[in-house]
């Protein structure tokens, strides 16, 4: 199976050489869902910033669709879409300014945009509030936004930051099937999340972070596998993530 | 008493917390603030030569106290003004307000710990105002102990007034107005009032202007002893009680018009607080609602537009500089400032003459005025040196998107050479309807004009890009207490006032044409440089570390 992120011994050092990656690798194969876990505080969100080129990479490299974010981060950023945890993004401009500004950026066809807003927009229920300021729109509609404008472009690897706080219960089961899609259609969904019923709902395939260290990678038979079979998954995370 | 305190002190954590600071940051302010020391003794001796004057002019008819009296006068009324945009920042607009509703606190123990920054800024406004003035008043006139310790005591007291007096206005102004339900606008309508506020009193003193009624008045007062100060300050109150206390330190009257001053402002704070217990709460809830279109209106097929990424991230920048009020104000507004007051000050003076005036100057001396005029007007604009913090965490977007850093950086020196055609485009209708510059001369300062423009958005642009502040609550905190703009005046100023400086008084280089040749060349020049130096940051990756 073609790996689509490659994560080569990565380590991120805080102030106070505190390390908040510790030698990560990490492979992700493309056409699945992988989510990755870990407790508040293991590394997953400067993980992520360091695949989508927002934090510099102390060591190591990240390849993605067989470009270094770090060597050619123009070319590897047109391939990934990114959902951030704070879904708060340019607040004056209104919904529509915003999914034609990511168009732009990601150079979508006018057709195929006019097209995907409205199916996108109306699928999410916030078609009729594309022409107010996002700052009027709730927390759920801000991430609704950008959902939209990742979908805009079809990346080939679609990153999520914690997706489903603050949706609404028919939104979340939305994100979940557009996650689904994206990947049945060959293309890779990765996103971080510590609510595991998502993960068991969801996941092809799992790592645990904990403390900036790999604890686990694999699908969710060989997890259960090296645990006690019918554990269910919260035994299995506390048990990993036990020696904070 | 003792949860208003913790208040108190949780609010100024907030605003004054060292953490997430750099400690290059920090030296950097130390280190301005060394540089600002011989400026310092510049301005306090100009000042203490002043007082002396005044001094020795006034004293023979008694009337010295008059010096205290303007110092009181015009400092309340600079800290009303300065009340204003505090206030409204701090207790209505600031983002954290909204986190301390829920809490069971009283409104007035919320409004004295949103006071706390307010006054901050009042007492250094004050001390740099005042104490200065006080120590050389107190030197020439020979003052002992009592009359310093009256000062100090003074200068505690000073602010409550003004603010308080501000702060009653604006709560009736948020309460009452009823527009207080639109943050937004409000922000807008407040900062076009201060405008036209100080336009309006500029143009009222130049109307009034009658030297022989002045004189007049002037001598009337004289006659008496502090005459001058009853007729200057009668219109607030502690100016007078504040000036008496000091002047007559040595008696008890004195004493007596510092209880008076205690007083006065005692029952001040029981009156702020009593109407700010009323009044407060029902201003400031709700204001975070935003405005709403009404629903079911369906996008037209229009709106789905395509630009190329230049202009599509231009467009984004200028959006968000026109529909953020504060960006709109400080960027917009403010910085046509100086230009729409060139022009009322050209309107009402007899402003052909000037036109004559300079052209009976030599082409290369109206040149070199002019462009060190438009390097201050285009320089002190904010909108570059405020080009990413404006994003505040907005930036890290930039940081994701296919975009090159580049291309965002330039991005948004065109928007802010954009903004500052404005001032371009209003200095030039109004030097060729109202001064009749020579025409050759204009074309050239136009020019000029376009490369100033690019000079100052880069050089602005760059300092901000080095030590962005990208963590604010509040989009007033953008722009105050951060040293980039003088930072960036000294940079300008400093070096093209000498290169003015050397132009003017080296006698080979002669002309209009040549001089101007020379300007545009030496900026040319210092645009490359910068553009160098801000290349070799990008390619150092410096926008991943901020």
Not at chain 1, 203 to 221: Q, S, T
Not at chain 2, 75 to 101: A, C, K, N, R
Request: glycine share 6%; aromatic share 12%; net charge neutral.
């Amino acid at each position: 199976m073609i790996k689509v992120i490659t994560i080569n011994n990565v380590t991120k050092h805080y102030p106070g050489n505190k390390r908040a990656v510790n030698n990560l690798n990490l492979s992700i194969p493309d056409g699945e869902i992988f989510g990755f876990l870990g407790p508040n505080g293991a590394g997953k969100s400067t993980t992520i910033k360091m695949i989508t080129g927002i934090l510099p990479i102390d060591e190591g490299s990240i390849i993605i669709n067989g470009n270094d974010i770090v060597k050619e981060p123009l070319a590897t950023k047109k391939k990934f879409g990114y959902v951030p945890d704070r879904p708060d993004v340019f607040l004056r401009l209104r919904g529509i300014e915003y999914l034609n500004f990511i168009g732009d950026i990601y150079d979508v066809p006018k057709e195929i945009r006019e097209e995907k807003i409205e199916r996108l927009t109306k699928e999410f229920g916030i078609y009729h509030d594309l022409n107010d300021h996002i700052h009027t729109y709730s927390h759920g509609m801000r991430q609704k936004i950008v959902v939209s404008g990742v979908l805009l472009h079809d990346p080939d690897v679609w990153i999520l930051d914690e997706p489903l706080s603050g949706l609404d219960p028919k939104s979340s089961y939305t994100l979940k099937q557009m996650m689904r899609e994206h990947a049945a259609r060959g293309k890779t969904v990765f996103f971080s999340t510590h609510v595991l019923e998502v993960v068991e709902q969801l996941c092809d395939e799992v790592a645990i972070i904990n403390n900036g260290k790999l604890e686990f990678h694999g699908n969710m038979d060989e997890m259960r596998d090296q645990f006690k079979s019918g554990e269910t998954l919260e035994h299995i995370f506390l048990e990993l993530t036990s020696n904070e | 008493m003792n949860k208003t305190w913790n208040l108190i002190k949780v609010t100024l954590k907030m605003q004054y917390s060292s953490v997430g600071k750099s400690n290059s940051e920090k030296y950097g302010v130390y280190i301005l603030l060394i540089f600002l020391i011989p400026f310092a003794f510049i301005i306090f001796s100009v000042a203490n030569t002043i007082i002396q004057e005044m001094y020795q002019v006034l004293s023979p008819s008694g009337n010295e106290s008059l010096i205290l009296g303007v110092t009181f006068l015009s400092l309340s009324f600079i800290l009303f003004l300065v009340s204003i945009g505090s206030i409204l920042s701090s207790f209505y607009f600031s983002e954290d307000i909204e986190s301390f509703i829920p809490y069971p606190f009283q409104p007035y123990q919320l409004m004295v710990a949103k006071a706390a920054t307010p006054f901050i800024h009042l007492y250094i406004t004050t001390a740099i105002f005042f104490l200065p003035i006080l120590l050389f008043y107190g030197a020439i006139s020979h003052a002992f102990f009592l009359y310093y310790l009256y000062g100090l005591l003074l200068f505690l007291l000073i602010p409550v007034i003004p603010f308080i007096l501000s702060a009653l206005i604006v709560m009736f102004f948020m309460r009452f107005a009823n527009i207080s339900k639109n943050k937004d606008r409000t922000k807008v309508f407040a900062g076009l009032l201060s405008l036209l506020f100080i336009i309006g009193i500029n143009v009222a003193i130049r109307l009034n202007q009658d030297p022989g009624q002045l004189a007049e008045m002037l001598t009337g007062a004289l006659q008496q002893q502090n005459g001058l100060l009853e007729t200057l300050t009668k219109f607030i109150p502690t100016a007078f009680v504040g000036t008496m206390a000091l002047a007559d330190h040595d008696t008890v009257k004195g004493l007596l018009y510092l209880l008076g001053m205690i007083v006065l402002s005692g029952l001040g704070i029981l009156l702020f607080l009593t109407m700010g217990q009323t009044l407060y709460f029902k201003g400031v809830l709700g204001l975070n609602e935003g405005n709403k279109s009404t629903k079911n209106k369906s996008i037209s097929r229009t709106k789905v537009v395509s630009h190329h990424v230049w202009i599509t991230y231009v467009l984004k920048e200028l959006k968000i500089i026109f529909r953020t009020p504060t960006f709109l104000l400080q960027c917009v507004i403010q910085s046509l400032f100086a230009p729409v007051f060139l022009v009322v000050i050209l309107l009402l003076e007899n402003s052909a003459s000037l036109g004559e005036l300079l052209a009976n100057f030599e082409g290369k001396y109206v040149i070199l005025i002019l462009f060190l005029v438009t390097l201050f007007i285009l320089g002190v604009n904010p909108t570059s040196t405020s080009a990413i913090s404006k994003d505040g965490t907005d930036w890290y977007l930039n940081l994701y998107y296919p975009i090159s850093m580049k291309q965002i950086i330039t991005s948004k020196i065109i928007a802010a050479w954009m903004i500052n055609l404005l001032s371009i485009l209003l200095i030039l209708l109004a030097s060729l309807f109202l001064i009749n510059i020579p025409t050759t001369i204009l074309i050239m300062w136009l020019l000029l004009a376009l490369e100033v423009n690019w000079f100052t958005s880069l050089v602005g642009t760059y300092l901000d890009f080095l030590k962005p502040k990208l963590k604010w609550t509040d989009e007033q905190e953008v722009f105050k207490s951060r040293m980039i703009s003088l930072k960036v005046l000294m940079f300008e100023v400093g070096i093209f006032g000498t290169i003015v400086l050397l132009l003017w008084n080296i006698p080979i280089i002669q002309g209009l044409w040549v001089t101007t040749i020379l300007l545009f060349l030496l900026l040319a020049i210092a645009i490359f440089t910068i553009h160098y130096l801000l290349n070799k940051k990008i390619a150092e990756k410096h926008y991943q570390q901020i």
